[in-house]
Structures are given as structure tokens and as C-alpha cells.
């Protein structure tokens, strides 16, 4: 199975998401991206890869023992960005930022490393490379598809909302199945303090 752990914005964001993606790059007509629909969004703190089935709730388990008691951080969506880079990007996403400039979100992600790293999971060469950078993809370049410009007004189309995740999902990826690429087969809950 491959699994990855993310957070996943609850439905009305998903969907406010989805509708500025749409607005945004609406003038690119389209036809070169693959906008990633509300169902989909996540923001992925460590992708484990193929697990093997039996070890998935074991991995849920220690998940869970990693994340006991970490405090939800407070997000918000921050403008709009592309990978490798917006010179020529391959993946458009939303920006996430911890709201009250905290450390709870890298911490979040740390942890959700640290239990991967006891199933065998290791960064690629290229993540080691690279700080957490928290987004959410929205779309993608079709394989083969040419270069475009950057969408100018993707940021002003997003959505500018704050995001109190409740829990981390662990989720199963599917790409063979386009009508339901991601199963969400657990919840791991956060403490939300009011504020």
C-alpha cells in the first residue's frame, strides 16, 4: 500500500481551494493541468511509500504514540508557489503558514518523520536537500505537456482563510484509480486549544 500522512482541510476549505484553483488558472485554459479536486487536497507531512498491509496499523499505532498530545497549529493559506520553481513548474500549490509564526507545524511533521523513520522510512537524497515547505498541490502538468507562464492571478484567487486542523490522516494513495485516488484509513486526533 502507499501511505502518506498529511492534514487534510476540512471540507468547505477544500472546496473554497478548489474554486479559486479553478479561477486562477482559468486562463491557461486548462488543457496542460490536472487540477487536483476538493476530495484530494491535503498538505503531506511525510510520504512513507509502499508499506506492506500488514504493517499499516502497527504504523498507526506509533503514529499515534509520536502525535500524543500535539497542539493543532494554527494555519492559515498564504499565496501561491510551483515545484521545481515558477520559471517552469510541474506542481502549483497554496501556501500554508503557522498563523502565530509557531514551530507546532515543523514539529507536526518532524514527529510524523520520526515514526516513518521506525518503519524504514528515509528522506530521498533530494528531500534531505530541502526544508518542510508546507503547501497544498492544487495541480499538476500533464506528462508531455509544454511549459506555460506563470498564472499571475492563482494567489489573488486563493482563498485567505486560517485552518485549525483537528487530526492527521494517514492516508492510501491510488493512482490507478482516478475516481478515488486517496482513502483516508485513519485519524490521528490533535489537541485544539481555544483561542
Known amino acids: 500500500m502507499r501511505l502518506f500522512v498529511a492534514l487534510v482541510p476540512p471540507p468547505d476549505l477544500a472546496l473554497a481551494l478548489e474554486s479559486g484553483a479553478r479561477e486562477g488558472l482559468a486562463a491557461l485554459g486548462g ?10 487536497l491535503h498538505m503531506t507531512l511525510v510520504f512513507l511509500g509502499e508499506l506492506d498491509e500488514a504493517r499499516v496499523e502497527p504504523f498507526r499505532r506509533a503514529l499515534a504514540e509520536e502525535l500524543r498530545g500535539m497542539v493543532a497549529p494554527d494555519l492559515r ?3 501561491a508557489g510551483g515545484f521545481p520553481d515558477q520559471e517552469d513548474p510541474f506542481v502549483l500549490w497554496a501556501g500554508v ?12 511533521a518532524g514527529r510524523a518523520q520520526q515514526a516513518a ?9 533530494e528531500e534531505r536537500g530541502r526544508a518542510f ?4 498541490t492544487l495541480a499538476r502538468r500533464r506528462p508531455g505537456a509544454r511549459p506555460f507562464a506563470w498564472p499571475a492571478g492563482l494567489a489573488r484567487a486563493l482563498p485567505a482563510r486560517r485552518w485549525l486542523p483537528i487530526d492527521v490522516a494517514l492516508v492510501c494513495s491510488r493512482p490507478d484509480r482516478p475516481e478515488q485516488r486517496y ?11 481555544p483561542g
Open 117 to 125: 523513520r521506525s518503519f524504514g522510512w528515509r528522506p530521498s537524497a
Open 133 to 136: 515547505r508546507p503547501h497544498v
Open 97 to 108: 503558514e503557522e498563523d502565530d509564526r509557531g514551530e507546532r507545524l515543523a514539529t507536526l
Open 77 to 79: 493559506l498564504s499565496g
Open 31 to 40: 488543457a496542460d493541468l490536472r487540477l487536483l479536486p476538493a476530495r484530494d
Open 183 to 193: 482513502t483516508t484509513l485513519a485519524h490521528v486526533p490533535l489537541v485544539v486549544t
